[in-house]
T-cell receptor, first 114, second 115 residues
Framework: EAGVAQSPRYKIIEKRQSVAFWCNPI?????LYWYQQILGQGPKLLIQ????????DSQLPKDRFSAERLKGVDSTLKIQPAKLEDSAVYLC????????????FGQGTRLTVV | AQTVTQSQPEMSVQEAETVTLSCTYD???????LFWYKQPPSRQMILVIR??????QNATENRFSVNFQKAAKSFSLKISDSQLGDAAMYFC????????????FGKGTKLSVIP
């Protein structure tokens, strides 16, 4: 079974530039999560999708972050414009459904904003 | 607010010995899940062990076991017969409630294994 795929693995951009991250969840997984992991901290949930609908985006900084999950499969997380404090690892995870099933994580994208 | 506290930023253990990582949490939910995740340098979060809050019996997974004290909101991880491959960051996490798999993570404990 293929795991959660994320790209790119690394990205370096200047502040005020835009960046996008891509996630392909495990086939058949209806629920998809984006987490932000700042160095020295645990991951923090940014947004949760169920199929192509948003379940929770209460911690997503909507003035600069946006995410979509077209056709309920792949997802894209965008930052525009980036700030220095956005430097972090962005982790994508997926699970079969909303409840009582294990979430599987991708290897993440390390973003450095200079 | 839901919080997870891991009071040990770093721990070390001799190979083949036993180590215990601590975790306390705060939630108003009565039914939830608790987890320990391992994050090696590859950055991928790997599930180590899971505990359902309504179960009194402590979860065990090969060399990994937990001590779950629901009243004290404590959830420690014991690694027996430590191996070099166990070296990683370990994160304690819990769900928002039984109806959701959103995870709240602690800050992690870096475990080193000494040959």
């Amino acid at each position: 079974e293929a795991g959660v795929a994320q790209s790119p693995r690394y990205k370096i951009i200047e502040k005020r530039q835009s960046v996008a991250f891509w996630c392909n969840p495990i086939s058949g997984h209806a629920t998809l999560y984006w987490y932000q992991q700042i160095l020295g901290q645990g991951p923090k949930l940014l947004i949760q999708f169920q199929n192509n609908g948003v379940v929770d985006d209460s911690q997503l900084p909507k003035d600069r972050f946006s995410a979509e999950r077209l056709k309920g499969v792949d997802s894209t997380l965008k930052i525009q414009p980036a700030k220095l404090e956005d430097s972090a690892v962005y982790l994508c995870a997926s699970s079969l459904d909303l409840i009582r099933t294990e979430a599987f994580f991708g290897q993440g994208t390390r973003l450095t904003v200079v | 607010a839901q919080t997870v506290t891991q009071s040990q930023p770093e721990m070390s253990v001799q190979e083949a010995e036993t180590v215990t990582l601590s975790c306390t949490y705060d939630t108003s939910e009565s039914d939830y899940y608790l987890f320990w995740y391992k994050q090696p340098p590859s950055r991928q979060m790997i599930l180590v062990i899971r505990q359902e809050a309504y179960k009194q019996q402590n979860a065990t997974e090969n060399r990994f076991s937990v001590n779950f004290q629901k009243a004290a909101k404590s959830f420690s991880l014991k690694i027996s017969d430590s191996q070099l491959g166990d070296a990683a960051m370990y994160f304690c996490a819990h769900t928002a409630g039984a109806g959701s798999y959103q995870l709240t993570f602690g800050k992690g404990t870096k475990l080193s294994v000494i040959p």
